[in-house]
């Protein structure tokens, strides 16, 4: 029995399933991937009054669009720099090292990962915000007037992203130093190398593609962010050029061909960036896993491992300080710089949850476009890597190829992409459109993911469940669902935080109305800087730490289930 | 007696008119002494009834304030079910969303208010507003002696951009002797990086204000501003009230009576200033889209804020204006002195033109006012 019939439910009627099958699968990457893309293309080649090239050329050689571009590359190199520091330094401590509380300091270094850059941002504008910022008020005696720190600043941009974005890095090099042959590390040691240059000379090198791979990631996701940038820049006069496309959709009158042209701009740019990444990677392989057993042995920092264990323990400080004052300015009927008691009061918690039509709007929409979304984003990711990994179908490769472009494309790109595209459709105007965009933007993420586990899984395990008489339908149910139910609700609940966080395509889709969390805090940012919007900042961070509590408790129960079979 | 006997006969026919009012009749209809008035008002109501919500929005009127007037507009009206929403928004992104909408053939809008003349008749010379005849535009004469009204579409107040500034704050950075007429003493070395104006690319009331100041002061003011003080822009005044009463950016050239009222509430020492140059009085104009989802509500609730309860609601919530209805007594002299007393700017509003918009935001372009850095 081959592969593709333990799939297909009906024998007799399978090529003609087939064909229907596979027009269904493209038709439907088409529409959703490739037919907003040629929209940006149609709008900044055939939209501007001007023609094409002279549009170009106004709009490249514009001083403001050059600065952006230029801001994007500064913010992208620093952050991804940052990032990468911090990211590196902390999966080694953790995966290679005898760090003191490495267990507990783990899931804390991913915490940012789950949370929302925009409130990081509005937190540390607390922070360090040149005049009122508490640092700076703080260091005023010290250093006299003049900020000592400024967030609103192309470094400050770049400090935030490069915290938010640390745990990607280190996710991918903790993998890849965890999965290490040891003996390299103790060769080295034993030849009188210092810890510091066996990190440097044997550890890095080994684990360097996927460290690589991971800043290139960062750089890219960096390069088309808008969230932070729009936060901090607009203060520090710092456009990017994600913010001038945001600005040129926003300002009356809207400039379509504009926003396309930048957007095909970005869009060439990251798209660039990942081919090199793949190719990058197709050349290298990660050889830290010997073929003999070996047991990672943790480096023995000696005094170190306490300096080592404040490293870890100040990146966690930066992540949560800005939190708490987060919380103290929510809890002030006017932020004037520091905190008085005499202004303490809970009326902007009640002005978020009964008064801002906009952040009660926020919170529904978001939890609606979240938990259908995630559901449908699984069942469809799911489908399409049955196909992939399941079947001999032809052109599963290319659907597999199609499904991975939209890790190049940024939001803020899909986003107008998808506006162009279906603004004269039902879909504009609703929390439909929103969700959509979220599902083929993450749809590498979920079907890399349901790829995994699909592969997981062994064949012969269908296949006697079919021989022994299962239809397919029930060999599905019974042996499928069961076996891949902890993977899902995983990956469900990772798509959830993912959808409830996003800004970049939703600020192009929302109308007022279908307003989603991160939106709603950004127009109240505009009128309402502090008090109501770190009250709802703090709000969504609780929302988003509910949801990493619960992804906990999923993948230990998971864990502790695998353990005892 | 005449007058009692009337009260009788209306109330006669609302008793037998039980099953309309199953309790009480709304205060309109008990306050309406036109029998005609209140058959047309009736039957407004009954379609509000049927169409179930509303959505409005608007850049002046705050989500809390807003919060106030819905309030007592259901009550007013007896429509305690209607389910209203409040959008608040800058001008030019609000224009855009319903720019896209119609372009979508999806309005869900019913009603926008904003200072937003030149796209105002620009959507009315394109069809997209809804002609309605409220009876309560007539009673705006100030508005109609001034040229901002449109019969059958709107009647307007008007609301003022003025300098503001945080008293204590500039105190603690040795500024104390500051008294400003002009807004040329806002050309101060000493207020580098201090002050804050409102994002004229964002705005069209921005915009139109910064007009008024260079056709007082010239293109030089905006010149040196760029060089001297070094503005940044804020998208809404709230933004930059915000920025005064913390203290981040203590002076903005673009405040208002309603913001000061606001801050000193909060026991945050502001002024506002009144130059000598004259201030520009903007229309601030609610009008009804044309493809309004719920058009019966839009003209009751176009009714309610153009009368004299909704006016009284309107400046009681807090959204305080110069309000185009004569006799509306002001909460505060000070910051909101009478229409007639008040040194405007002149200006003529038909010929704001997206094209003097365009100019004003280049030369602010040009003076490097909310340039990139």
């Not at chain 1, 609103?152 to 990607?168: E, H």
């Not at chain 2, 006997?5 to 026919?13: F, H, R, T």
């Not at chain 2, 109501?45 to 007592?72: L, N």
């Amino acid at each position: 029995m081959s592969e593709a019939s333990t799939l297909l439910p009906h024998a007799s009627s399978r090529h003609i399933q087939r064909r229907g099958l596979l027009v269904l699968i493209y038709a439907m990457l088409l529409v959703s991937i490739i037919y907003p893309m040629l929209m940006i293309l149609y709008e900044s080649l055939f939209n501007a009054s001007e023609g094409f090239f002279a549009h170009a050329g106004s709009v490249l050689t514009d001083r403001d669009v050059v600065l952006a571009i230029g801001n994007t590359l500064q913010i992208s190199v620093l952050a991804t720099l940052i990032a990468g520091s911090l990211g590196v330094t902390l999966a080694w401590l953790v995966a290679r090292t005898d760090m003191p509380f490495a267990k507990v300091l783990d899931p804390l270094n991913m915490l940012p990962f789950y949370l929302s850059s925009v409130v990081g941002a509005l937190s540390w504008q607390v922070i360090a915000s040149p005049k009122i910022g508490l640092l700076n008020k703080l260091l005023e005696p010290v250093f006299g007037a003049g900020p000592v720190v400024n967030i609103y600043s192309i470094t400050g941009i770049a400090f935030v992203l490069g915290l938010f974005y640390a745990p990607y890095i280190y996710l991918f090099t903790l993998e890849s130093l965890r999965s290490m042959d040891a003996s390299l590390e103790e060769a080295a040691r034993m030849a009188g190398s210092s810890i510091l240059n066996t990190a440097f000379k044997i550890t890095l090198p080994l684990s360097a593609p996927a460290i690589l791979s991971s800043f290139m990631l960062v750089f890219v996701t960096c390069a088309g962010i808008f969230g932070v940038p729009q936060v901090l820049g607009t203060p520090g006069h710092i456009t990017t050029i994600s913010t001038i496309i945001y600005r040129a959709m926003n300002d009356y009158p809207a400039d379509y061909p504009t926003a396309a042209l930048l957007s095909l701009l970005l869009f060439l740019f990251t798209a660039a960036l990942i081919v090199l990444q793949i190719r990058f990677l197709k050349n290298k392989s990660f050889a830290t896993i010997t073929g003999k057993g070996y047991r990672p042995r943790p480096l023995k920092l000696g005094r170190w491992r306490w300096f080592g264990f404040g490293v870890n323990l100040f990146y966690v400080v930066l992540i949560f300080l800005p939190f708490t004052a987060l919380c103290a300015v929510s809890l002030q009927d006017a932020w004037t710089g520091s905190f008085h008691w005499s202004r303490l009061t809970f009326n902007n918690y009640l002005a978020v949850l009964f008064v801002e039509d906009a952040a009660r709007r926020g919170f529904s929409n978001s939890l609606i476009i979240s938990s259908v979304g995630a559901t449908i984003a699984i069942a469809v990711c799911f489908f399409l890597a049955l196909i992939v990994q399941k079947t001999k179908l032809p052109g599963r490769k290319v659907i597999s190829l199609i499904s991975t472009l939209p890790v190049a494309i940024p939001g803020i790109v899909l986003g107008l992409g998808f506006l162009v595209g279906f603004i004269s459709t039902p879909l504009y105007g609703t929390i439909w459109i929103i969700m959509f965009a979220y599902i083929v933007h993450y749809l590498p993420t979920g079907l890399s993911n349901m790829e995994a586990l699909v592969q997981s899984v062994s064949k012969e395990l269908d296949e006697s469940a079919r021989m022994s008489g299962a239809s397919w339908s029930e060999a599905m149910r019974k042996i499928m669902f069961p076996l891949l139910a902890p993977g899902m609700i995983s990956t469900w609940i990772l798509l959830f935080v993912t959808f409830i966080r996003e800004v970049s395509a939703s600020v192009m889709l929302y109308t007022l109305g279908t307003e989603t969390l991160s939106i709603a805090l950004i127009r109240i940012m505009e009128y309402k800087p502090y008090g109501i919007s770190a009250a709802f900042g703090v709000l969504q961070t609780l929302l988003l730490m509910g949801a990493v509590i619960l992804l906990r408790l999923v993948t230990n129960r998971t864990s502790s289930n695998k353990g005892a079979h | 007696m005449l007058q009692k006997l009337l009260n009788a006969i209306v109330l006669g026919a609302l008793v037998c008119a039980g099953p309309v009012w199953a309790n009480d009749p709304p205060p309109i209809i008990k306050n309406e002494q036109n029998a005609a008035e209140r058959d047309r008002v009736l039957k407004l109501i009954e379609e509000a009834k049927k169409e179930g919500s509303f959505h409005w929005a608007g850049v002046f009127i705050e989500p809390e304030e807003a919060k106030k007037i819905q309030d007592e507009f259901k009550v007013y009206y007896g429509l305690p079910n209607l389910k209203m929403e409040y959008s608040f928004v800058g001008s030019g992104p609000l224009a855009v969303q319903v720019e896209q909408q119609i372009k979508a053939n999806k309005t869900n809008f019913d009603i926008v208010w904003a200072s937003a003349w030149s796209w105002f008749k620009d959507l009315h010379k394109r069809g997209e507003l809804l002609e309605y005849h409220s009876p309560y535009y007539d009673q705006y004469t100030l508005s109609k002696k001034a040229g901002l009204s449109l019969d059958g579409y709107w009647a307007s107040d008007a609301r003022t951009y003025q300098p503001m500034y945080n008293v204590k704050v500039l105190a603690q950075k040795g500024i104390t002797n500051f008294d400003p007429k002009s807004w040329n003493d806002f050309l101060d070395p000493r207020f580098a990086g201090l002050v804050s104006l409102g994002d004229v690319n964002q705005s069209f009331s921005f915009a139109e204000m910064a007009e008024s100041i260079r056709r007082t002061n010239g293109e030089e003011f905006f010149i040196k501003l760029g060089q001297i003080v070094k503005p940044v822009y804020f998208s809404k005044t709230a933004e930059g009230r915000s920025w005064v009463g913390s203290g981040e950016f203590p002076i903005t050239l673009m405040g208002h009576g309603k913001n000061t009222s606001v801050l000193r509430k909060q026991n945050i020492d502001v002024k506002l200033v009144f130059p000598t140059e004259g201030i520009l009085l903007m229309p601030d104009t609610p009008v009804i889209l044309k493809k309004a989802p719920h058009p019966n509500v839009s003209r009751l609730f176009m009714d309610f804020v153009r009368s004299a309860h909704g006016v009284e609601t309107v400046k009681n919530s807090g959204a305080e204006l110069f309000f185009g209805r004569p006799g509306v007594k002001t909460s505060d002299p000070e910051l909101f002195p009478a229409w007639e007393d008040v040194k405007a700017i002149p200006m003529d509003w038909d010929s704001s033109t997206p094209e003097t918009i365009k100019k004003i935001r280049d030369l602010m372009k040009k003076a490097g006012i909310g340039k990139a850095g």
